[in-house]
């Protein structure tokens, strides 16, 4: 595989870096895994490889299979999309964590105002490019 990519948060400051190069990735509903014994949140997604932006030999740019898993996890909440339909597909905006006393929240971003809303010990996220690129369909836009 050329390139992979692979990536460790452990703090609010690593997460906004992760959270730069999953923008627009997109994950199925029914990719996504809460392991509540586990502590672990995780799911495989279809990054854009905003890393590769200046270097496209593909004019729309590439998508490359992502998987993310976050440990310490002791909470989730979802709202503004329905956790039951395995084949919504939703577009992730951000990552983002937040203090709260010793432990975080984590949220995950989607477009239309979908979030995952994870309540974690610590902020321990690990990103890793699972197969080679293809071309996108489109290149993600985004209005001001």
């Known amino acids: 595989m ?3 990519l692979k990536l460790l948060a452990r703090s609010p400051e690593d997460l906004t870096v992760m959270s730069s190069l999953m923008q627009d ?3 199925r509903v029914g990719d996504i895994d809460f392991d509540g014994k586990g502590h672990r949140l995780s ?3 279809n990054r854009f490889r905003w890393e590769k932006k ?3 030999f593909r004019p729309k740019g590439e998508r490359v299979r992502a998987g993310l898993h976050l440990s310490g ?11 039951g339909d395995k084949d ?6 951000s990552l983002e964590a937040h203090e709260a006393g010793e432990e975080f929240d984590i949220h995950l971003n989607f477009a239309g105002g979908a979030t995952l809303k994870l309540h974690a010990e610590c902020v321990d996220a ?13 290149r993600p836009e985004h209005q001001d």
Do not use: I
């Open 2 to 4: 050329s390139d992979p």
């Open 25 to 27: 990735a997109t994950v």
């Open 43 to 45: 799911f495989v997604a």
């Open 54 to 56: 200046r270097r496209f």
């Open 73 to 83: 996890v002791l909470k989730v909440q979802h709202q503004g999309f329905d956790a």
């Open 88 to 93: 919504q597909v939703l577009e992730l905006l």
């Open 126 to 138: 690990v990103m890793s490019d699972l197969t080679e690129a293809w071309e996108a369909r489109a």
